[in-house]
């Protein structure tokens, strides 16, 4: 597969986004220079691109992917990957609040921290975080696994769905109506194969997996007692 190259700089984002596309549907590889920390990089690509940006990118980079692997080499902004329904982000370094926003399938994984909110409203997929997650991440998480290897920030897994939010570190506290469980031996096997294909399976963790108390699943709006958990 031939390297076709992109060229960033100060050029218009809807330009530089069909260019990507273009080069997608040639079956090229693509390379992306001076990107700048630009924003909205990256946007629905389809399945099979193979995408990688040098230095930084801005916010919603990989948005609404449909099946392309990107990767980028050091930071990105906020809403990394929303959207997203297939395939796999790798940010070598940090990833700003909101990572994968409203997924509903494939992987991010983020090799250092990210922000609060991490995988706000998600429906599906995977985000693996080798750091720390920040503030309320998992809020409202309807499917899906975060797996922080780090640990978490406050609030962690608030308001949580039927997603669940893994750690192997420290949490700084729990979010609203969020219970800590034991995994069974077939959730931990389920978590080491989502990490052994990035070579982070490591059977002597000890997981702490939260999942929703689904108290507020069915609260009456005259019940001020659980109104006042939020």
């Known amino acids: 597969m ?3 190259v992109i ?10 986004n069909e260019e990507m596309q273009e080069a997608a549907a040639a079956g090229k590889k693509i390379r992306v220079v001076n990107t700048l920390s630009r924003h909205n ?21 990989g948005g609404l992917n449909t099946g392309a692997t990107i990767e980028v080499e050091r930071n990105t902004g906020w809403a990394l990957g929303e959207g997203m329904s297939k395939g796999y982000i790798t940010i070598g370094g940090y990833a700003g609040m909101s990572c ?12 250092g921290d990210t922000g609060p909110r991490c995988g706000v409203a998600m429906k599906g997929g995977n ?10 991440s998992g ?3 309807h499917s899906g696994k975060i797996i922080a290897l780090g640990g978490a920030g406050e609030s962690c897994a608030d308001a949580l769905w039927q997603g669940e939010v893994w750690t192997a570190g420290p949490i700084d506290s729990l979010g ?30 000890e997981w702490r997996k939260m999942v929703s108390g689904q108290r507020l699943w069915y609260f009456e709006s005259r019940d001020a007692s659980a109104w006042l958990m939020i």
């Not at 389809?46 to 919603?60: I, K, M, Q, R, W």
């Not at 985000?127 to 309320?136: R, S, T």
Request: with cysteine.
């Open 176 to 205: 609203v109506d969020v219970e800590v469980i034991e995994p069974t031996a077939e959730e931990v096997a389920e978590v080491d194969a989502i990490l052994d294909p990035l070579g982070l399976k490591d059977t002597s963790r």
């Open 139 to 141: 809020f409202m998480a």
């Open 7 to 16: 060229e960033v700089g100060k050029r218009h984002i809807k330009e530089i």
């Open 127 to 136: 985000i693996v975080v080798e750091g720390k997650i920040g503030y309320q």
């Open 2 to 4: 031939s390297e076709h």
């Open 100 to 111: 994968g926003a409203a997924m509903i399938g494939g992987t991010i994984h983020v090799k």
């Open 41 to 61: 990089l990256g946007i629905g690509l389809p399945d099979g691109a193979e995408l990688y940006f040098e230095g930084s990118t801005g916010y919603f980079c």
